[in-house]
């Protein structure tokens, strides 16, 4: 069974930084694309970045140059370095990832459970 368990949420004041930190719990073969996600309340889920095997990234523009995301492909770890944290920042943050469980299998989407990120003086 396959699982994206999330950690390293929290309360921070404006101006701090987070590392928030996607791993993949079970086996598997493959991982293409592992992102990032967030949902403020009463808001819809947002892409906040996206990172795919090969290195390249990209970032929404409210987090661009303040956030940073990157791949430890041999411990199938996804993070989130978050610096310069504002109050808009706060929301519930989703790891996704797309994964092949199995050799001769499609790549399918995963979702994390979500961590809070909370950001206030």
């Known amino acids: 069974q396959v699982q994206l368990v999330e950690s390293g949420g929290g309360l921070v004041q404006p101006g701090g930084s987070l590392r928030l930190s996607c791993a993949v719990s079970g086996t598997v073969v493959g991982i293409n694309f592992m992102g990032w996600y967030r949902q403020a309340p009463g808001k819809e889920r947002e892409l906040v970045g996206t990172?795919?095997?090969?290195?390249?990234?990209n970032y929404a523009d409210p987090v661009k140059g303040r956030f940073t995301i990157f791949r430890d492909n041999a411990k199938n770890t996804v993070y989130l370095q978050m610096n310069s944290l504002e109050p808009g920042d706060t929301a519930v943050y989703y790891c996704?990832?797309?994964?092949?469980?199995?050799?001769?299998?499609?790549?399918?989407?995963?979702w994390g459970q979500g961590t809070q990120v909370t950001v206030s003086s």
């Open positions: 996704n990832a797309e994964i092949m469980k199995w050799y001769g299998e499609s790549y399918r989407n995963y």
């Open positions: 990172a795919i095997s090969g290195g390249s990234t």
